[in-house]
């Protein structure tokens, strides 16, 4: 699914949630605006502990924070230090550039200091001291939400990562921006943002890292969470804005209190699912488990602990880095494996590195010499740069710069394969040769006329087993037409129920992705592809290729189906070429051959079909629609047709006729007739429901009689059709005109020749045109 398939409400809090991010972004700069150039004191007082705003300041004692005690011998309120609203200014604070402040403080290790800081213009030096580490995990958080969102867009863990990462960045952007009675519209922001950010822990570890049954059973637990985010925001708007003390500094003690929570219920599900049985679940939740402990449990438990007991006196700032752990953990579980891979991209990382080391060095020592030496050597680096990255990919990848030969070589292989068996044997190959794969395994599932067909590279068989065909996996990618990776398959919710059956499947074949094949927009078999010999996971370029190359194995077997089916019937309607149409031959061959087309008087059993509404409908859309739906409606039909093996006299429009029993006899053909109808019946609701919503009020009746005809030719020389003469089709016709929609209508004769237990109703005693006598009619219920 892509993004522009979401429906509006979705990308409408898609939207949203990003726009929190650059809301963030945009408060933050402006407030830098305002302030660069204008005096500062050197710290910053928030809830009665101080944090350094300048290097100076840092150096000269505040480094890693401490709780105020006096300034400039004026004792700081006690009653301040728990009401969490931030002081711009005591009254004897010195705010002109050049005046000295003294401020006395308790360290984090518990000792009394005290530091005199001059006032100066804070720089734009100052401000990235001050929020630099804050504003870069925020933008780090935003690329990584909106990153995981986009690679698996509208699901259910996408939802909560995008959540906590957009809720997250905009309040690590604005964290330590001064707020105050004349920052109205910050300070709400930052107090929305603080409110919902403390419950959506809760949200993300029901989703991560695999949705739990709550989630799926009962969403409108979502509700109650954000329900109850939506309250604490209240709080916090009303303390503020009514200077209500105290109850700003409750609420932000129950703040603290419900993220600490909501970290220990995500660290306490990713500790019950690191002891899954299954493997990738219990990864994922260790990583998991391992991030949330080192990047986001110090944060949560120092902030409950600072605004509830009013103790460790330190500055927050020092525990912002290690939530990277956390955000590297989340992209780890979240990004698809695929486009991940862990060697390759550390190697490459070191390359880089060391490349842009040397530039860097370089470019150091040649500035110092020549001032214009760097730029001189921007024309040849950006010539040389694309062929470093060109010598590295062949370097890292080497077989992708081997892809465009490897898939001729296997296009031609297919060009020339003459069998099914053929064309399989080389797609079981092309894993090895494209991507390393230790095997693979190529099949075709069974149909009408085929039976199932597997082929292990190497000639080795493949375990026993039900067949594929009926494996859920299978059946699965059948709906999907989706590739389906072994890794996706514990977290992602359409597997949650098929797990086991699904892994069975995958070991059976020594498979790590299946590939659909896919015909007509339908899957005919898929490519098992092995594990890679080096560890590694697919990418996507190797999925690419192997696409690419099945796409021409489907292109190959269609070439042989065509080319069998053309030898075949030039051979076996040699004979029939010249006097009958396809439809009759293709009957007669499946039964027997031309010496069953004979005429002769037969005990047939006789189908009609009509559309009801087909008139009115015709009037009231264009010829193209008309046509498309007949095409629907008789490819339908026809399938059906040929399943019971009924004889097609002819498509009337929106009519036609079927018998059975003849030109090859066969023992249950009122049976067949009754069935074929009830399958039909089945296919004709699937497409009402699609003339429904198109707005075609079309249906079917048919009608059903059993009797004694001639069968033989009909027609004339150089054009015949096989058909059947007598009473027993005009009543046929007769009931299928009196059926409504999806009624199946037919004589006692058939009611009393039926073998295998179908469901009837008697439907009264109907005058028939063409019939002096009441016929007596029985309704087909089902089987």
């Given at each position: 699914?892509?993004?522009?398939?979401?429906?509006?409400?979705?990308?409408?809090?898609?939207?949203?949630?990003?726009?929190?991010?650059?809301?963030?972004?945009?408060?933050?700069?402006?407030?830098?605006?305002?302030?660069?150039?204008?005096?500062?004191?050197?710290?910053m007082?928030?809830?009665?502990?101080?944090?350094p705003?300048?290097?100076?300041?840092?150096?000269?004692g505040?480094?890693g924070?401490?709780?105020?005690?006096?300034?400039?011998?004026?004792?700081?309120?006690?009653?301040?230090?728990?009401?969490?609203?931030?002081l711009?200014?005591?009254?004897?604070?010195?705010?002109?550039?050049?005046?000295?402040?003294?401020?006395?403080?308790?360290?984090?290790?518990?000792?009394?200091?005290?530091?005199t800081?001059?006032?100066?213009?804070?720089?734009?030096?100052d401000a990235?001291?001050?929020?630099?580490?804050?504003?870069?995990?925020?933008?780090?958080?935003?690329?990584?939400?909106?990153?995981?969102?986009?690679?698996?867009?509208?699901?259910?863990?996408s939802?909560a990562?995008?959540?906590?990462?957009?809720?997250?960045?905009?309040?690590?952007?604005?964290?330590?921006?001064?707020?105050?009675?004349?920052?109205?519209?910050?300070s709400?922001?930052?107090?929305?943002l603080?409110?919902?950010?403390?419950?959506?822990?809760?949200?993300?570890?029901?989703?991560?890292p695999?949705?739990?049954?709550?989630?799926?059973?009962?969403p409108?637990?979502?509700?109650?969470?954000?329900?109850?985010?939506?309250?604490?925001?209240?709080?916090?708007?009303?303390?503020?804005?009514?200077?209500?003390?105290?109850l700003?500094?409750?609420?932000?003690?129950?703040?603290?209190?419900?993220?600490?929570?909501?970290?220990?219920f995500?660290v306490?599900?990713?500790i019950?699912?690191?002891?899954?049985s299954?493997?990738?679940?219990?990864?994922?939740?260790?990583?998991?488990?391992?991030?949330?402990?080192?990047?986001?449990?110090?944060?949560?438990?120092?902030?409950?602990?600072?605004?509830?007991?009013?103790?460790?006196?330190?500055?927050?700032?020092?525990?912002?880095?290690?939530?990277?752990?956390?955000?590297?953990?989340?992209?780890?579980?979240?990004?698809?494996?695929?486009?991940?891979?862990?060697?390759?991209?550390?190697?490459?990382?070191?390359?880089?590195?060391?490349?842009?080391?040397?530039?860097?060095?370089?470019?150091?020592?040649?500035?110092?010499?020549?001032?214009?030496?760097?730029?001189?050597?921007?024309?040849?680096?950006?010539?040389?740069?694309?062929?470093?990255?060109?010598?590295?990919?062949?370097?890292?990848?080497?077989?992708?710069?081997?892809?465009?030969?490897?898939?001729?070589?296997?296009?031609?292989?297919?060009?020339?394969?003459?069998?099914?068996?053929?064309?399989?044997?080389?797609?079981?190959?092309?894993?090895?040769?494209?991507?390393d794969?230790?095997?693979?395994?190529?099949?075709?599932?069974?149909?009408?006329?085929?039976?199932?067909?597997?082929?292990?590279?190497?000639?080795?068989?493949?375990?026993?087993?039900?067949?594929?065909?009926?494996?859920?996996?299978?059946?699965?990618?059948?709906t999907?037409?989706?590739?389906?990776?072994?890794?996706?398959?514990?977290?992602?919710?359409q597997?949650?129920?098929?797990?086991?059956?699904?892994?069975?499947?995958l070991?059976?074949?020594?498979?790590?992705?299946?590939?659909?094949?896919?015909?007509?927009?339908?899957?005919?078999?898929?490519?098992?592809?092995?594990?890679?010999?080096?560890?590694?996971?697919?990418?996507?370029?190797?999925?690419?290729?192997?696409?690419?190359?099945?796409?021409?194995?489907?292109?190959?077997?269609?070439?042989?189906?065509?080319?069998?089916?053309?030898?075949?019937?030039?051979?076996?309607?040699?004979?029939?070429?010249?006097?009958?149409?396809?439809?009759?031959?293709?009957?007669?061959?499946?039964?027997?051959?031309?010496?069953?087309?004979?005429?002769?008087?037969?005990?047939?059993?006789?189908?009609?079909?009509?559309?009801?509404?087909?008139?009115?409908?015709?009037?009231s859309?264009?010829?193209?629609?008309?046509?498309?739906?007949?095409?629907?409606?008789?490819?339908?039909?026809?399938?059906?047709?040929?399943?019971?093996?009924?004889?097609?006299?002819?498509?009337?429009?929106?009519?036609?006729?079927?018998?059975?029993?003849?030109?090859?006899?066969?023992?249950?053909?009122?049976?067949?007739?009754v069935?074929?109808?009830?399958?039909?019946?089945?296919?004709?609701?699937?497409?009402?429901?699609?003339w429904?919503?198109?707005?075609?009020?079309?249906?079917?009746?048919?009608?059903?009689?059993?009797g004694?005809?001639?069968?033989?030719?009909?027609?004339?020389?150089?054009?015949?059709?096989?058909?059947?003469?007598?009473?027993?089709?005009?009543?046929?016709?007769?009931?299928?005109?009196?059926?409504?929609?999806?009624?199946?209508?037919?004589?006692?004769?058939?009611?009393?020749?039926?073998?295998?237990?179908?469901?009837?109703?008697?439907?009264?005693?109907?005058?028939?045109?063409?019939?002096?006598?009441?016929?007596?009619?029985?309704?087909?219920?089902?089987?």
């Amino acid at each position: 699914m892509r993004i522009r398939d979401g429906a509006a409400g979705a990308k409408l809090l898609f939207a949203v949630l990003i726009s929190v991010y650059f809301l963030g972004v945009a408060i933050s700069f402006n407030d830098k605006i305002e302030r660069i150039g204008r005096p500062d004191v050197g710290w910053m007082l928030e809830s009665g502990f101080i944090s350094p705003t300048r290097p100076d300041a840092s150096e000269g004692g505040l480094r890693g924070g401490g709780r105020a005690l006096s300034l400039n011998g004026q004792p700081i309120p006690d009653t301040y230090s728990r009401t969490g609203m931030t002081l711009k200014a005591f009254p004897y604070v010195r705010l002109h550039v050049g005046e000295t402040n003294t401020l006395t403080f308790e360290t984090p290790a518990g000792s009394i200091n005290e530091i005199t800081l001059p006032v100066r213009p804070w720089s734009w030096r100052d401000a990235i001291f001050t929020e630099g580490a804050t504003a870069t995990i925020g933008l780090f958080f935003c690329v990584v939400g909106v990153t995981a969102f986009m690679l698996r867009p509208y699901e259910t863990p996408s939802w909560a990562l995008l959540t906590l990462c957009s809720l997250a960045s905009g309040i690590l952007t604005t964290l330590l921006i001064p707020l105050g009675p004349d920052k109205g519209f910050e300070s709400l922001y930052f107090m929305t943002l603080a409110g919902f950010v403390s419950y959506v822990p809760f949200h993300t570890g029901l989703a991560l890292p695999v949705v739990h049954p709550l989630l799926r059973q009962r969403p409108y637990v979502l509700k109650i969470i954000y329900a109850l985010a939506a309250l604490q925001v209240l709080l916090y708007v009303v303390g503020w804005y009514v200077e209500w003390t105290g109850l700003f500094a409750n609420a932000r003690s129950i703040g603290s209190f419900v993220l600490l929570s909501s970290i220990v219920f995500f660290v306490g599900r990713c500790i019950q699912l690191s002891f899954a049985s299954d493997r990738i679940v219990a990864q994922r939740a260790r990583i998991l488990l391992a991030g949330t402990v080192v990047g986001l449990t110090p944060v949560a438990f120092v902030q409950f602990v600072q605004e509830t007991f009013g103790l460790l006196p330190i500055d927050n700032r020092f525990l912002y880095w290690p939530m990277g752990l956390f955000l590297l953990a989340l992209g780890r579980v979240t990004v698809r494996h695929e486009l991940l891979n862990a060697r390759i991209t550390v190697r490459r990382a070191v390359i880089y590195g060391w490349a842009v080391g040397v530039l860097t060095i370089l470019a150091i020592l040649l500035s110092a010499v020549r001032p214009y030496a760097v730029a001189a050597m921007l024309l040849p680096l950006l010539y040389v740069w694309p062929r470093f990255e060109e010598r590295l990919n062949e370097r890292l990848y080497p077989a992708r710069a081997r892809f465009p030969e490897l898939i001729r070589g296997l296009g031609n292989r297919l060009a020339a394969c003459t069998s099914v068996e053929a064309v399989l044997e080389v797609l079981a190959t092309a894993p090895a040769l494209i991507a390393d794969a230790v095997g693979g395994v190529a099949f075709l599932l069974e149909t009408n006329n085929t039976p199932e067909r597997v082929v292990r590279s190497g000639g080795s068989a493949v375990t026993a087993g039900p067949r594929l065909g009926r494996e859920p996996l299978v059946q699965l990618m059948c709906t999907t037409r989706k590739e389906i990776y072994r890794a996706a398959i514990a977290v992602e919710p359409q597997y949650s129920n098929i797990q086991r059956e699904c892994y069975a499947c995958l070991d059976r074949l020594d498979a790590e992705v299946f590939l659909p094949l896919s015909r007509d927009n339908q899957v005919v078999g898929a490519v098992a592809l092995g594990a890679r010999a080096t560890g590694d996971v697919y990418e996507a370029p190797e999925i690419d290729a192997l696409v690419t190359i099945a796409q021409q194995a489907v292109q190959a077997l269609i070439r042989i189906d065509a080319t069998d089916r053309l030898r075949s019937r030039e051979l076996e309607f040699a004979e029939l070429k010249r006097f009958f149409s396809p439809q009759v031959i293709d009957q007669v061959m499946a039964r027997g051959g031309a010496a069953e087309l004979r005429s002769q008087r037969r005990l047939v059993t006789v189908f009609f079909a009509d559309l009801r509404g087909f008139t009115s409908f015709s009037d009231s859309v264009e010829p193209e629609e008309v046509m498309a739906t007949l095409a629907e409606y008789h490819g339908a039909m026809g399938r059906r047709i040929a399943e019971y093996a009924g004889t097609l006299e002819r498509f009337a429009g929106d009519g036609f006729m079927v018998f059975f029993n003849d030109p090859v006899e066969q023992d249950d053909h009122v049976d067949r007739a009754v069935q074929m109808a009830l399958r039909m019946r089945d296919d004709i609701g699937a497409l009402r429901d699609l003339w429904t919503r198109r707005g075609y009020a079309i249906d079917v009746g048919m009608g059903i009689h059993t009797g004694y005809a001639t069968c033989g030719f009909i027609g004339y020389e150089g054009r015949r059709d096989y058909g059947v003469i007598g009473n027993v089709t005009n009543l046929a016709a007769r009931l299928s005109d009196a059926a409504g929609g999806g009624e199946i209508l037919v004589t006692t004769r058939v009611v009393a020749e039926l073998r295998n237990g179908f469901r009837t109703e008697p439907a009264g005693q109907l005058t028939l045109k063409g019939f002096q006598q009441a016929q007596a009619v029985h309704r087909v219920l089902g089987h």
